[in-house]
């Protein structure tokens, strides 16, 4: 069923489990995941919250693919229940290596998921 599937894929998700790891061999290979950079915040904020660390041990270090909510509760931010109706939205910004290959980076607004990939693709 879809629906459950995307159920389990979400709560999966929602607490940082990432698929691709597949054991020893894994780590060695050149395409798991290495994050470079990750910041939180307004995309002109002066000091984004860097979440690197955290999200490179929910990642794992011999994922090749990696998905987890952009929220304040991920990046370990409190938003002391402060909610303000304009400006700029927060965003999780996402800077990783494949290997050595290639250098990628992506974006998701705060409570969207960040998807990261080291998959080949056809």
Known sequence: MKTSAFLVGSTLAA??????????AAAEGPRS?????????????IRPVNFAARLQQACGDAATDCQVF???AFVGRSDG???????????????????????????????????LSCRARP
Request: glycine share 12%.
């Open 15 to 24: 607490i940082g489990l990432c698929l691709g790891a597949a054991g020893p």
């Open 70 to 72: 952009c929220s304040n």
């Open 81 to 115: 229940g402060v909610r303000l109706p304009f400006g700029p939205r927060a965003i999780c910004r996402v800077t990783y290596r494949c290997g050595a290959e290639t250098t990628l980076v992506t974006d998701a607004e705060k409570n969207e998921y960040i998807v």
């Open 33 to 45: 995941i290495q994050i470079v950079s990750a910041l939180y915040g307004p995309p002109d904020a």
